[in-house]
């Protein structure tokens, strides 16, 4: 295909993000730009590579566009080298040379950020959330669960909303297992099914271990509110969330679930908008292999589902991550965006994926499996959805340089940050509030007190107790007829006045089992 009829399908009508200029791998021509249509990053995307080939630098060039434009921006950081989009780049004659043989006007500029970190690991405003907002099938994921153990879980969740005990934390969780399989707790699950003291056994061991990995920081209060990734600064830039995440490599399934959470809830919050010049939030996931490795039939299902239909609500998502075949055939048909940076072919399993992967690309005049290996740092094959919703023509391409810093930012620049961010201040202390541990704690002594009393007034005499237990009976009455019965009691109702529990909010589970929540 000609360089004339590349320019004309990247010359979109609409506001564009440059990727970079047509190459052929020796000559660059930077009057023939390749693009992206802003208002079609809903459509989704793919940056793929292999290590060291520049996929995190071309979301980095993505994310500064997309967030100057005047859309927020989500990055999760997994490997911290992405900090530097909050700091200038360097200027530099080697920086400058590189960016106008792009057709580049390079400026060092930085990008209005705001620094997040799981749980509060690390420098940043905390993210949290409650065991009962992320939900059965998420934690089944990050616990390794099988479908069995899963169905049971979510028979705990079940349990849970309909006797008003929140799970706020895993404490509150290991205490509604521990007493649903106590012979008081089959008792109430006759109704609606039952757990296998085996089954419980291995939840409760799983949770054990996933404690013992840090996890137990992430869940709890102030539970984060998803609607606060949708920001912008006083020039109408979209803020771009950077969410750090050190030690990655102790529990990987875990942040890469989180993240997945944190689309269920944006699906669940946000209105449905439709097409619109610009999206309301472009998500960049990366590590995105992390994701889909040793998931189970029914999280597959709900992901493939989030993806296929976030896209209505305004959000467009980028899955990061080395070849195509690590991304599932049903979520990958629906990334309408590909940047394919370079792929190595030393093995034959390393051959056959790159098979697969150039046959993911329309047709083409390249010989992909030739042009893929041979692609330099910094280059990518791309192909990207047109106005008219048709994918263009593949292009090799010269990526153009971030505007922001390709190093991380400097502690001290990212610690001034988050001093003087807001959320910061409403999401940096931890609140413990009365959820279902303290319940189940109190009712447990309650009976126990009960009991003692009841040996001890058994060794006096026979009126003695049956005047006892008359008084007893009486004061029983009067305080369920005040309560209403022990989940109404002071305590629980106190508890169910709070904001974001049962009370106060409009419960549902919809996708990934996640609540919703009506905020007011």
């Not at 040793?294 to 976030?310: D, H, M, P």
């Not at 999401?427 to 009393?453: C, H, K, M």
Request: proline share 5%; aromatic share 6%.
């Amino acid at each position: 295909m000609s360089a004339e009829e590349i320019r004309n399908a990247y010359a979109f009508a609409g506001p564009l993000i440059h990727l970079g200029a047509l190459s052929d791998g020796d000559t660059i021509e930077a009057d023939v730009p390749v693009n992206l249509a802003l208002s079609m990053l809903n459509r989704h995307g793919l940056i793929a590579g292999a290590t060291g080939t520049g996929k995190t630098k071309t979301l980095q060039v993505i994310a500064e566009q997309v967030a100057a434009a005047g859309t927020p921006v989500f990055v999760a950081d997994m490997k911290g080298d992405l900090s530097g989009i909050a700091v200038p780049g360097e200027d530099s004659e080697k920086i400058r040379d590189r960016a106008a043989k792009r057709g580049q006007e390079w400026q060092p500029r930085a990008g209005s950020s705001e620094f997040y970190t799981l749980g509060g690991q690390g420098t940043g405003t905390p993210i949290r959330t409650t065991v009962c907002d992320f939900g059965p099938v998420l934690l089944a994921k990050v616990l390794d669960l099988n479908e069995t153990q899963e169905s049971s879980l979510e028979l705990i969740f079940h349990y849970a909303d309909k006797n008003g005990l929140a799970l706020l934390d895993l404490k509150d969780l290991r205490s509604l297992i521990q007493f649903l399989t106590s012979s008081e707790g089959k008792a109430e699950l006759k109704g609606i099914g039952g757990i296998s003291s085996a089954t419980a056994g291995v939840i409760l061991r799983e949770l054990t271990a996933f404690e013992a990995s840090g996890a137990d920081v992430f869940f709890g209060e102030p539970a984060f509110d998803t609607s606060d990734l949708l920001r912008y600064d006083d020039a109408g830039h979209g803020i771009i969330s950077i969410l750090s995440l050190p030690g990655v490599a102790r529990r990987p399934e875990l942040f890469s679930t989180f993240m997945m959470w944190l689309l269920a809830d944006l699906y669940q919050d946000l209105p449905e908008v439709g097409d619109q010049p610009k999206p309301k939030l472009v998500f960049f996931f990366d590590e995105a292999h992390l994701l889909f490795k040793g998931a189970s039939k029914a999280f597959l299902n709900e992901v493939i589902q989030t993806v296929r239909l976030i896209r209505s609500k305004g959000v467009g998502i980028f899955f990061i991550t080395q070849t195509p075949k690590d991304v599932p055939a049903d979520v990958l048909a629906q990334l309408g965006n590909r940047v394919q940076h370079a792929l190595r072919a030393y093995t034959p399993d390393d051959a056959k994926a790159l098979k697969a992967t150039a046959s993911t690309f329309p047709r083409s005049d390249y010989d992909l499996v030739e042009v893929i290996p041979a692609l330099g740092t910094g280059e990518a094959v791309v192909t990207v959805m047109s106005e008219d919703g048709a994918p263009t023509p593949v292009a090799r391409t010269a990526v153009r340089a971030p505007e922001s810093s390709m190093n991380p930012a400097p502690e001290a620049e990212v610690a001034r940050i988050v001093e003087g961010s807001k959320l910061a201040k409403r999401y940096g202390e931890v609140i413990d509030r009365e959820s279902a541990y303290e319940i189940l704690n109190r009712r447990a002594s309650e009976q126990a007190s009960g009991t003692a009393t009841q040996a001890q007034q058994q060794g006096s005499g026979q009126a003695e107790t049956e005047a006892a237990t008359s008084s007893a009976r009486t004061k029983t009455a009067t305080k369920e007829e005040e309560s209403g019965g022990f989940f109404s009691n002071p305590a629980v109702r106190s508890f169910l006045r709070s904001a974001g529990t049962v009370l106060g909010r409009e419960i549902t589970r919809s996708l990934f089992g996640t609540r919703r929540r009506r905020r007011y």
